[in-house]
């Protein structure tokens, strides 16, 4: 299994970016699929999942209502749309997937993970 995320940037308070993972070597749409942060010098965060089947979305209380999660099974893709940014929001964003369909909230409920894009806030 292999996931590559990308789509972050520099970007001012305020502004948008949207983040895309790509997903091959498993069944893709049978995997919950979740997003993470890491601040330098901080612990990795749970950001936001979906469920296999879209029916499930879960979100940090930090992002809920700025960000979106979605994604698009016949094409093995998976979003983070990230809209009026902090400077908070800057780290490292990963991608990850487990073998479970259900939409999961800690980073060891995940079997795979990409190897993350820098997302910059600048204030």
């Known amino acids: 299994v292999q996931l590559q995320a990308s789509g972050g940037g520099l970007v001012q308070t305020g502004g948008s970016l949207r983040l895309s993972c790509t997903f091959s070597?498993?069944?893709?749409?049978?995997?919950?699929m979740g997003w993470f942060r890491q601040a330098s010098g901080k612990e990795r965060e749970f950001v936001a999942t979906v469920s296999w089947r879209s029916d499930s979305t879960l979100y940090a209380n930090s992002v809920k209502g700025r960000f979106t999660i979605s994604r698009d099974n016949a094409k093995n893709m998976a979003y983070l749309q990230m809209n009026r940014l902090k400077p908070e929001d800057t780290a490292v964003y990963y991608c990850?997937?487990?073998?479970?369909?259900?939409?999961?909230?800690?980073?060891?409920?995940?079997?795979?993970w990409g190897q993350g894009t820098q997302v910059t806030v600048s204030s």
């Open positions: 070597g498993r069944a893709f749409s049978t995997s919950a």
């Open positions: 990850a997937a487990s073998q479970a369909s259900y939409a999961a909230e800690s980073p060891y409920e995940y079997d795979y």
